[in-house]
């Protein structure tokens, strides 16, 4: 049985600040991420292959003491974001 990732669209959509606050720009450029946001204590990470989370949400869980859930975006939408959320913070 298959689950469905849901997908954002990042054009549309900007991050949280409390979201983007929780991992570094250096850490989201390495991974190929982007968090999106927090609901119900859970950090809502976009990744462009999430149903290959499973080592990542580990990781990040750990990182930020939360739980992980994954949603699809593109790779040229998440270098966007990354960009426009963090600037040229490293």
Partial sequence: MRFVVPSV???KYRPALSATKLLTKQLCEQRGIV???IARGVLIVAMVEPEKADALRS????????????????????????????????
């Fill in 35 to 37: 968090p999106v946001s």
């Fill in 59 to 90: 990781e990040l869980e750990i990182f930020t003491g939360m739980k992980i859930e994954v949603v699809r975006a593109s790779a040229e939408e998440i270098a966007e974001t990354i960009k426009s959320c963090y600037g040229d913070v490293s």
């Fill in 9 to 11: 669209d990042l054009t």
